[in-house]
């Protein structure tokens, strides 16, 4: 250890010099020692060999601040959302701090502006947080979270994501105008570099908005045509309701797990489906996978219809 008060005291000439040594010695090894120097000043370094940080004195010396490693590690105090640990002269509370165990924030004005932190399982894990704190979804929170689990939340009271493209520069150009790509990766084509294929995506144009899913004739085999239909369109039972949430709309639909029985691919999730908590996973319907077999339905009883009055006007004609 090699720490001194900083005080030379009147003694012989033998005792002089040594004490010079010892002051010396604590000025060259910046006062080292596992614990701190009994005799302190403001503005005083002491490398504090249990810590394994190099210190300093605060201004008022009533206290140490950690100014790095001593491997050469840089180290920052917590600070606050008012007074950052790293900040900027000209700035003082606009920079990064501690806001939590395992976190770090960034402010600018005082102001909490982003926040990494784990949320815990089931709510994204290790999260940026934009403008909040928690995950919006679940917290009813405005903000955006970027999850480490590949989700992106978003929460606001309305237009929650606002999509926005040029106008196309030309008529030609008209109708290409995509703004959100769908894309789904297989153990077969996941290879570095591949984006996996196309499954559908939102485009538009000048008026109108256009809801895309993948249907190429390149992509199919076994394609028959579909009969049959009128007999399973009858069996779907349409339904009036009103959702729990809100009493008093009534409006038409279907039972999603009865439609599943007929149209499975209208269908995800499953009858009656619980989380790990307990919690309902709802099952969701999309009504346009229904479009082929009320196209195969109407089709046949066109044919019906037609066949119907050939034979009417046949009897009429005697």
């Known amino acids: 250890m090699a720490q001194a008060d900083g005080v030379v005291a009147n003694a012989s000439g033998a005792a002089v010099r040594s004490d010079l040594n010892n002051q010396l010695a604590a000025v060259f090894t910046t006062h080292s020692g596992a614990s701190s120097p009994s005799t302190t000043y403001a503005y005083q370094l002491w490398a504090d060999t249990t810590a394994n940080e190099l210190k300093i004195r605060n201004s008022t010396n009533n206290a140490w601040i950690s100014l790095r490693g001593l491997d050469g590690s840089l180290n920052i105090q917590d600070g606050s959302v008012g007074a950052p640990g790293l900040s900027f002269t000209s700035d003082s509370n606009t920079g990064i701090y501690r806001s939590g165990a395992d976190a770090i924030a960034f402010s600018t004005g005082g102001t909490k502006r ?36 590949g989700t992106i939340r978003v929460g606001n009271l309305s237009n929650c994501l606002t999509c926005n493209s040029l106008t196309p520069t030309s008529e030609s150009a008209a109708g ?30 000048t008026t109108s908005t256009s809801y895309g899913t993948t249907s190429d004739y390149r992509l199919k085999e076994n394609v028959v045509t579909l009969t049959g239909a009128k007999a399973r369109l009858n069996s779907l039972d349409v339904k009036r309701f009103n959702f729990i949430k809100n009493p008093s709309l009534t409006v038409d639909g279907f039972l999603a797990h009865e439609v599943g029985g007929i149209v499975p691919e209208a269908i995800t999730g499953t009858k009656d ?21 009320l196209t195969a339905a109407l089709q046949e009883a066109f044919a019906e219809i037609a066949a119907l009055t050939t034979r009417v006007e046949t009897l009429e004609a005697g």
């Open 273 to 293: 489906e619980v989380d790990e908590s307990g919690s309902p996973i709802y099952q969701n319907i999309d009504q346009a996978k229904l479009v082929p077999l």
């Open 114 to 149: 982003l926040e990494i932190k784990d949320l815990g399982t089931g709510q994204g894990d290790n999260s940026l947080l934009w403008g909040t704190t928690v995950n919006p979804n679940t917290n009813y929170a405005a903000g955006i979270q970027f999850s480490q689990t």
């Open 176 to 205: 290409t105008g995509l703004l959100i790509s769908f894309r789904h990766t297989t153990t077969e084509d996941g290879a570095a570099g591949n984006i996996g294929t196309g499954v559908g995506g939102i485009t538009h144009n």
